[in-house]
């Protein structure tokens, strides 16, 4: 279990705060009748729809981790380690943010005897990917929804300063300076240790290129499928609500690149800043802004329950598969 450091400690407590205030912002004039009442007649068969768009999400990305996985010639005893485990890696950013690459890879390790730094350096290769796709989805927002894309983005244009070559300077800098105590330690045994380790991360990075030509195609085919899924899980909502039943596809991807803002926000569960980032892009279509909060409130409290099940079926899951590992 890792250990809890003050430093630890005023880092969630500060991303607490962030979502705690954009929660603020987001339900700071929400009319709470109206809100209870959109919940209450929202389609929910459409919401049992989105849970389960977001767990195939879950099942795609494990699929794909196992195919790096092997490609490293690793037995994996089940394939449904690797899904339950990212499912896991959800479930504990609920709690604290951005610590589910961690997470799913020590899981991974007691169920699968995987060591973790290579493990590591396939979850940074899955990382490079998704911003890639990233890349991808901004620029089919502005070429599906130019207008609302250059309203949404010129609001910052004004407030931008000019460019901080004060952290270029330090960062050059540090560079140098790491160079330098590389190279007196080099023969450290604790920096041999931690080349070894970084040694395990390039191999996991390099796991893509040891794929053959028909199965790279097969990444890139559950690559495409998750990120679908990302698009469809908020996009059958739609239809949830009749206050947002009439939105086309193309104004769902903008809401998803509006969604996607809030990745650099790492808020517990993404509580305040999905909200009020799903009452924003919404008010850019023409939504009510109560509308739009009722929608995001329903989007996240849909998908929240989907990550608890899946969080807990996952460690049961893997829990269980490390007991059968040690008893043989």
């Not at 407590?13 to 929202?42: K, P």
């Not at 730094?117 to 890349?135: S, W």
Request: proline residues 2%.
């Amino acid at each position: 279990m890792a250990k809890t450091t003050p430093r630890s400690i005023i880092t969630y407590a500060l991303f607490l705060g962030l979502g705690g205030f954009l929660f603020y912002l987001a339900f700071r004039h929400t009319e709470w009748d109206t809100l209870i009442d959109d919940v209450r007649s929202a389609r929910w068969s459409f919401l049992v729809i989105s849970a389960l768009m977001g767990y195939y999400a879950y099942i795609a990305r494990g699929f794909r981790w196992n195919m790096l996985l092997k490609s490293m010639d690793y037995d994996i005893r089940s394939k449904w380690s690797a899904v339950h485990g990212i499912a896991l890696g959800y479930f504990s950013n609920l709690v604290i943010p951005r610590s589910g690459e961690v997470f799913r890879c020590t899981a991974m390790y007691r169920a699968e005897e995987i060591p973790v730094n290579k493990l590591l350096g396939t979850v940074i290769l899955e990382r490079l990917v998704d911003l890639m796709m990233l890349a991808l989805l901004f620029f089919l927002g502005f070429v599906t929804n130019w207008s609302n894309m250059m309203s949404m983005f010129s609001q910052n244009t004004e407030s931008q300063q000019e460019f901080p070559w004060i952290l270029v300077i330090i960062g050059i800098v540090a560079l140098l300076t790491a160079v330098l105590v590389i190279r007196h330690y080099q023969h450290n045994p604790l920096f041999l240790r931690v080349r070894n380790f970084l040694r395990g991360i390039k191999e996991g990075l390099k796991s893509f290129y040891l794929l053959t030509k028909r199965q790279r195609w097969q990444f890139v085919f559950y690559t495409f499928q998750i990120w679908a899924m990302y698009f469809f899980m908020v996009y059958v909502v739609f239809f949830a609500m009749d206050s947002t039943s009439h939105l086309t596809l193309s104004d769902g991807i903008f809401l998803m690149v509006v969604g996607s803002l809030g990745m650099v926000i790492p808020t517990p569960g993404g509580i305040g800043s999905y909200h009020f980032l799903m009452m924003t892009g919404l008010a850019f279509l023409g939504v009510d802004k109560s509308d739009g909060m009722s929608f995001g409130t329903i989007v996240h409290t849909t998908q929240l329950i989907m990550t608890l099940l899946g969080g807990v079926v996952g460690f049961l899951y893997l829990a269980s598969a490390e007991k059968r590992r040690i008893n043989g």
